[in-house]
């Protein structure tokens, strides 16, 4: 069993936050938590379980990412 703790640029929005995790759970992983912090725009959620589906998590949790959140407006204040 491994340990995953990816940090995502967003922190405001929670919907995007709980879609990141959502896709992350999918792959079957064992979702240990996950939080964020709007002073900064940034979440972190950790999973574990065998390295093949944490790897999946990882990946599928980074196309959500990709998918949801725009950079050039993260820097913004809400």
Known sequence: ????????????????????????????????????????NRSVVTFAGEPETVMEGAIRGAGKAAELIDLRASARPT
């Open 1 to 40: 069993m491994i340990e995953c703790v990816p940090n995502f640029s967003e922190g405001r929005d929670e919907a995007k936050v709980r879609a990141i995790v959502a896709a992350i759970r999918s792959a079957g992983v064992l979702l240990l938590g996950w939080e964020s912090d709007v002073d900064h």
